[in-house]
T-cell receptor, first 115, second 112 residues
Framework: AQSVTQLDSHVSVSEGTPVLLRCNYS??????LFWYVQHPNKGLQLLLK??????LVKGINGFEAEFKKSETSFHLTKPSAHMSDAAEYFC?????????????FGQGTELSVKP | DGGITQSPKYLFRKEGQNVTLSCEQN?????MYWYRQDPGQGLRLIYY???????QKGDIAEGYSVSREKKESFPLTVTSAQKNPTAFYLC???????????FGPGTRLTVL
Protein backbone atom coordinates (compact mmCIF):
# COMPACT_ATOMS: atom_id res chain seq x y z
CA ALA A 1 0.00 0.00 0.00
CA GLN A 2 1.07 3.54 -0.65
CA SER A 3 1.71 6.02 2.15
CA VAL A 4 3.58 9.22 2.90
CA THR A 5 5.16 10.50 6.09
CA GLN A 6 5.99 14.14 6.60
CA LEU A 7 8.77 14.19 9.12
CA ASP A 8 8.07 17.62 10.62
CA SER A 9 4.71 18.96 11.70
CA HIS A 10 6.09 22.49 11.93
CA VAL A 11 9.11 24.24 10.41
CA SER A 12 10.17 27.79 11.17
CA VAL A 13 12.67 29.75 9.08
CA SER A 14 13.77 33.33 8.72
CA GLU A 15 12.97 35.29 5.58
CA GLY A 16 15.74 34.86 3.01
CA THR A 17 17.00 31.54 4.41
CA PRO A 18 16.55 28.12 2.78
CA VAL A 19 13.46 25.98 3.26
CA LEU A 20 13.51 22.19 3.64
CA LEU A 21 10.29 20.22 4.15
CA ARG A 22 10.86 16.50 4.45
CA CYS A 23 8.73 13.69 3.06
CA ASN A 24 9.26 9.94 2.90
CA TYR A 25 7.02 7.69 0.89
CA SER A 26 6.17 4.03 0.71
CA UNK A 27 5.01 2.50 -2.55
CA UNK A 28 4.93 -0.95 -4.07
CA UNK A 29 5.48 0.46 -7.55
CA UNK A 30 6.96 3.56 -9.16
CA UNK A 31 5.01 6.33 -7.47
CA UNK A 32 3.44 9.56 -8.61
CA LEU A 33 4.23 12.18 -5.98
CA PHE A 34 2.96 15.70 -5.45
CA TRP A 35 3.44 18.67 -3.17
CA TYR A 36 0.46 20.90 -2.49
CA VAL A 37 0.31 24.17 -0.54
CA GLN A 38 -2.65 25.46 1.46
CA HIS A 39 -2.96 28.99 2.79
CA PRO A 40 -5.30 29.51 5.77
CA ASN A 41 -8.94 28.76 4.99
CA LYS A 42 -8.17 28.21 1.32
CA GLY A 43 -8.15 25.29 -1.06
CA LEU A 44 -5.00 23.45 -2.05
CA GLN A 45 -2.71 24.54 -4.86
CA LEU A 46 -0.39 22.19 -6.71
CA LEU A 47 3.26 23.18 -6.28
CA LEU A 48 4.88 20.41 -8.29
CA LYS A 49 4.57 16.76 -9.32
CA UNK A 50 6.86 13.83 -10.02
CA UNK A 51 5.71 11.19 -12.51
CA UNK A 52 8.88 9.17 -13.28
CA UNK A 53 10.53 11.68 -15.59
CA UNK A 54 13.36 13.88 -14.25
CA UNK A 55 14.17 13.21 -10.60
CA LEU A 56 14.61 16.91 -9.87
CA VAL A 57 11.24 18.58 -10.26
CA LYS A 58 10.81 22.32 -10.45
CA GLY A 59 7.56 23.87 -9.35
CA ILE A 60 5.95 27.23 -8.91
CA ASN A 61 7.19 30.07 -6.68
CA GLY A 62 10.80 28.83 -6.72
CA PHE A 63 10.12 25.48 -5.05
CA GLU A 64 11.66 22.24 -6.19
CA ALA A 65 11.77 18.64 -5.00
CA GLU A 66 14.11 15.74 -5.63
CA PHE A 67 12.90 12.17 -5.97
CA LYS A 68 15.40 9.78 -4.35
CA LYS A 69 14.37 6.18 -4.81
CA SER A 70 17.19 4.78 -2.69
CA GLU A 71 16.06 6.91 0.25
CA THR A 72 12.31 6.77 -0.57
CA SER A 73 12.26 10.53 -0.12
CA PHE A 74 10.72 13.49 -1.91
CA HIS A 75 11.85 16.54 0.06
CA LEU A 76 10.67 20.03 -0.88
CA THR A 77 13.19 22.87 -0.96
CA LYS A 78 13.43 26.55 -1.74
CA PRO A 79 16.68 28.54 -1.68
CA SER A 80 15.25 31.65 -0.07
CA ALA A 81 12.04 31.88 1.95
CA HIS A 82 9.58 34.71 1.46
CA MET A 83 6.95 35.84 3.93
CA SER A 84 4.25 34.75 1.50
CA ASP A 85 5.52 31.14 1.72
CA ALA A 86 4.01 30.80 5.20
CA ALA A 87 1.36 28.08 4.77
CA GLU A 88 0.60 24.38 5.23
CA TYR A 89 2.37 22.00 2.84
CA PHE A 90 1.19 18.51 1.99
CA CYS A 91 3.20 15.68 0.46
CA UNK A 92 0.92 13.39 -1.52
CA UNK A 93 1.24 10.03 -3.25
CA UNK A 94 -1.19 8.62 -5.77
CA UNK A 95 -2.81 5.35 -4.73
CA UNK A 96 -2.75 2.19 -6.84
CA UNK A 97 -4.05 2.31 -10.41
CA UNK A 98 -7.37 0.65 -9.57
CA UNK A 99 -8.41 3.19 -6.96
CA UNK A 100 -9.85 5.88 -9.16
CA UNK A 101 -6.97 8.32 -8.91
CA UNK A 102 -7.20 8.50 -5.14
CA UNK A 103 -4.57 10.65 -3.47
CA UNK A 104 -3.02 9.77 -0.12
CA PHE A 105 -2.06 12.82 1.92
CA GLY A 106 0.61 13.28 4.53
CA GLN A 107 -0.31 14.99 7.78
CA GLY A 108 1.04 18.32 6.61
CA THR A 109 3.92 20.60 7.60
CA GLU A 110 3.18 24.11 8.73
CA LEU A 111 5.82 26.54 7.53
CA SER A 112 6.35 29.75 9.47
CA VAL A 113 8.52 32.52 8.07
CA LYS A 114 9.97 35.09 10.46
CA PRO A 115 10.89 38.60 9.32
CA ASP B 1 -12.19 31.83 -15.70
CA GLY B 2 -11.95 28.05 -15.47
CA GLY B 3 -12.03 26.56 -12.03
CA ILE B 4 -13.89 24.91 -9.21
CA THR B 5 -16.43 26.71 -7.10
CA GLN B 6 -17.80 25.62 -3.76
CA SER B 7 -20.69 27.18 -1.95
CA PRO B 8 -21.35 28.36 0.60
CA LYS B 9 -17.99 29.34 2.11
CA TYR B 10 -19.35 28.99 5.65
CA LEU B 11 -22.29 26.83 6.69
CA PHE B 12 -23.96 26.35 10.03
CA ARG B 13 -26.24 23.46 10.79
CA LYS B 14 -28.22 22.30 13.76
CA GLU B 15 -27.77 18.78 14.98
CA GLY B 16 -30.12 16.36 13.27
CA GLN B 17 -30.33 18.30 10.03
CA ASN B 18 -29.09 17.21 6.64
CA VAL B 19 -27.11 19.77 4.64
CA THR B 20 -25.86 19.81 1.05
CA LEU B 21 -22.55 21.31 -0.05
CA SER B 22 -22.24 22.45 -3.63
CA CYS B 23 -19.28 21.78 -5.96
CA GLU B 24 -19.20 22.93 -9.57
CA GLN B 25 -16.38 22.80 -12.11
CA ASN B 26 -16.09 24.23 -15.60
CA UNK B 27 -12.82 22.50 -16.46
CA UNK B 28 -14.56 19.68 -18.36
CA UNK B 29 -12.98 17.21 -15.95
CA UNK B 30 -14.28 13.66 -15.76
CA UNK B 31 -13.27 12.86 -12.17
CA MET B 32 -14.41 14.65 -9.03
CA TYR B 33 -13.60 14.13 -5.36
CA TRP B 34 -14.74 15.16 -1.89
CA TYR B 35 -12.31 15.43 1.01
CA ARG B 36 -12.68 16.27 4.65
CA GLN B 37 -9.99 18.17 6.56
CA ASP B 38 -9.75 18.36 10.34
CA PRO B 39 -7.28 20.54 12.27
CA GLY B 40 -3.76 19.13 12.25
CA GLN B 41 -4.68 16.33 9.87
CA GLY B 42 -4.25 15.66 6.22
CA LEU B 43 -7.17 15.29 3.87
CA ARG B 44 -9.34 12.20 3.97
CA LEU B 45 -11.34 11.02 0.97
CA ILE B 46 -15.11 10.83 1.42
CA TYR B 47 -16.41 9.96 -2.06
CA TYR B 48 -15.16 10.11 -5.61
CA UNK B 49 -16.65 9.92 -9.07
CA UNK B 50 -14.73 8.90 -12.17
CA UNK B 51 -17.54 9.60 -14.60
CA UNK B 52 -21.09 10.90 -14.71
CA UNK B 53 -23.71 8.69 -12.98
CA UNK B 54 -21.02 6.73 -11.16
CA UNK B 55 -19.37 7.21 -7.77
CA GLN B 56 -17.51 5.19 -5.17
CA LYS B 57 -17.02 5.40 -1.42
CA GLY B 58 -13.74 6.69 -0.13
CA ASP B 59 -12.18 6.07 3.25
CA ILE B 60 -14.77 7.84 5.41
CA ALA B 61 -18.09 7.65 3.52
CA GLU B 62 -20.34 6.82 6.48
CA GLY B 63 -22.87 9.57 7.10
CA TYR B 64 -22.37 11.17 3.69
CA SER B 65 -24.05 10.82 0.30
CA VAL B 66 -23.33 12.17 -3.18
CA SER B 67 -24.77 12.31 -6.68
CA ARG B 68 -23.22 12.87 -10.09
CA GLU B 69 -26.04 13.62 -12.49
CA LYS B 70 -24.05 16.17 -14.47
CA LYS B 71 -20.39 16.21 -15.42
CA GLU B 72 -19.82 19.64 -13.88
CA SER B 73 -21.57 19.06 -10.56
CA PHE B 74 -20.84 16.79 -7.58
CA PRO B 75 -22.89 17.81 -4.51
CA LEU B 76 -22.18 16.30 -1.10
CA THR B 77 -24.91 15.77 1.48
CA VAL B 78 -23.89 15.55 5.11
CA THR B 79 -26.62 13.56 6.81
CA SER B 80 -27.68 13.48 10.43
CA ALA B 81 -25.98 10.08 10.65
CA GLN B 82 -22.56 11.73 10.45
CA LYS B 83 -21.52 11.83 14.10
CA ASN B 84 -18.91 14.58 13.92
CA PRO B 85 -19.57 16.71 10.83
CA THR B 86 -17.84 19.92 11.87
CA ALA B 87 -14.89 20.20 9.46
CA PHE B 88 -13.50 21.90 6.38
CA TYR B 89 -14.74 20.23 3.19
CA LEU B 90 -12.79 20.38 -0.04
CA CYS B 91 -13.91 19.41 -3.52
CA UNK B 92 -11.44 18.55 -6.27
CA UNK B 93 -11.48 17.48 -9.89
CA UNK B 94 -9.05 15.97 -12.37
CA UNK B 95 -9.12 15.55 -16.14
CA UNK B 96 -9.12 11.81 -15.62
CA UNK B 97 -8.52 9.54 -12.63
CA UNK B 98 -4.83 9.63 -11.82
CA UNK B 99 -4.08 13.10 -13.17
CA UNK B 100 -3.30 15.91 -10.76
CA UNK B 101 -6.29 17.21 -8.86
CA UNK B 102 -7.41 20.81 -8.75
CA PHE B 103 -9.12 22.00 -5.58
CA GLY B 104 -11.95 24.36 -4.82
CA PRO B 105 -11.76 26.99 -2.05
CA GLY B 106 -13.58 24.81 0.49
CA THR B 107 -16.68 25.01 2.70
CA ARG B 108 -16.36 25.24 6.47
CA LEU B 109 -19.25 23.41 8.11
CA THR B 110 -20.07 23.99 11.76
CA VAL B 111 -22.70 22.02 13.61
CA LEU B 112 -24.29 23.98 16.43
Amino acid sequence: AQSVTQLDSHVSVSEGTPVLLRCNYSSSYSPSLFWYVQHPNKGLQLLLKYTSAATLVKGINGFEAEFKKSETSFHLTKPSAHMSDAAEYFCVVKAAYNQGGKLIFGQGTELSVKP
Amino acid sequence: DGGITQSPKYLFRKEGQNVTLSCEQNLNHDAMYWYRQDPGQGLRLIYYSQIVNDFQKGDIAEGYSVSREKKESFPLTVTSAQKNPTAFYLCASSASPGNEQFFGPGTRLTVL
